[in-house]
């Protein structure tokens, strides 16, 4: 158990610019899967893991299963954070547990449960999480 | 019962551009609700229904919740048939059933349920749907 | 001079949805590249010529150089219409001249003159454009 | 004149991520065009405007001309500083100029000159630049 990491959401602020928004004037809610991702790439490069290296390595991350709940909606200009939390792996994906809330008053505005997979770049198939993913799973699992 | 239309899904063809890749090679995954955003537009155009004529009456609608399935990735220059299927409606919202099928082998590569909601666009309260939304769904619902 | 294809621009419909629309109302500056990048690719694609086979072969294009002028905005639900049109070419790149168009009255809206470089896709440096597309371009240059 | 602010491009460090990248293996081009608005934007906000306050009075931006220049890719991971620089401005827009570095190596990987113009959201018509943004710009040119 890694006391410095276990138990607590990573969290990532972004900005909302007029490129998330819609002309209801709110962020377009794919956009949210955006922010999601970002957060859980922050996450792995945290953990010392970066994405490129890992495609240089044939080693790629596809989006699985998404359980989304919009509650509120974005603006313009508004800082938000971003939350990804690992709550349970297998041997090729991943399970996180994701929020969206405003920063100042941390009013909840998106939630959603999101299963990731490891492939293989070539083929597209499943395979195992790498040795280095695997070793971090062990401090948040 | 409106013959022509009950029982039989909408149907979008959609081209997969550059754009809508990653590095991975395939599409990236928020794309997808881009996808079925579209075909729920042109599902309502082709009952008479403009969402810009909506928004200046004061109507919009957001998408309240999504249960995705990526099954399959697209890859640059697919063709695509993504589906909109009206299952329940209540007051204030529809519920959709999405599908985004290879055009060529019909193989399944992503399938959503969708809470789509109206509200008001000033105050971002939910409202009833307008009239002319209220009659289409009778014919499919 | 292929009589069928020269002195013509190709000329791609495109619906605008809510995605490509911001918190302005009007359609998001950088969308007006995704759509030429649209059109250059189903002209090449009319002309034979498919992106991804090109990627399998180690080929690829990137954009160079634009020079846009955005006369007046598109809007959601717009219909428009595309157009990509060759106006010279090099060993390595081919140049084009774009127009968006409101498809109802012809009202310009957007255009720009692009240059797009043929890259090997594994070095990023440029190559001679491939044999097929070269024999392409004789017929309209 | 101001001497905390003058004589020095405004810039904003951004990250690569998987949504930016195209099945290339490099950042898509239209993307540039995000992080130079959202350099802008952060410039202006660090002058004490906001966006969306400005909407709420009835003031937009949009831009109208731009002339780029992509001269070397950047990729998944990769850190970059993005420069917002004013250089000219008349009674209704502005003229930057904009540079993406890669912020390890400082290499440039595109440069554009932009022309911004102010608008009345309601009509789109050209009006005056706000009053705030008028002093802003004595500081800078």
Redesign the interface.
Same mark, same amino acid.
């Given at each position: 158990m890694n006391d410095s990491s276990a138990g607590k959401a990573f969290e990532l602020p972004i900005?909302v610019?007029?490129?998330d $928004?819609?002309? %209801?004037?709110?962020v377009?809610?794919? +956009?949210y &899967?955006?922010y999601m991702?970002?957060a859980r $790439?922050?996450w792995v =490069?945290s953990q010392g893991v %970066? !994405? =490129?290296?890992g &495609?240089e390595h044939n080693i790629?991350?596809?989006?699985? +299963?998404?359980? &989304?709940?919009?509650r509120?909606?974005a +603006? &313009?200009?508004d800082q938000l954070l971003v939350t990804a939390e690992l709550k349970e792996a297998s041997r090729v994906w991943m399970g996180f547990r994701q929020r969206v809330f405003g920063a100042e008053d941390r009013r909840l505005l998106c939630e959603a449960d999101v299963r990731v997979a490891c492939i293989a !770049?070539d083929t %597209?198939k499943p395979r195992r999480l790498p040795e280095n993913m695997q070793q971090i799973l062990k401090n948040f699992i």
């Open positions: 900005r610019y007029i490129e $928004t819609d002309a %209801g004037g709110i377009f809610h794919a +956009k &899967l955006h991702e970002r $790439t922050e =490069r %970066g !994405l =490129r290296a &495609l790629s991350y596809v989006v699985q +299963k998404m359980n &989304l709940h919009f509120a909606p +603006k &313009l200009d !770049l %597209g």
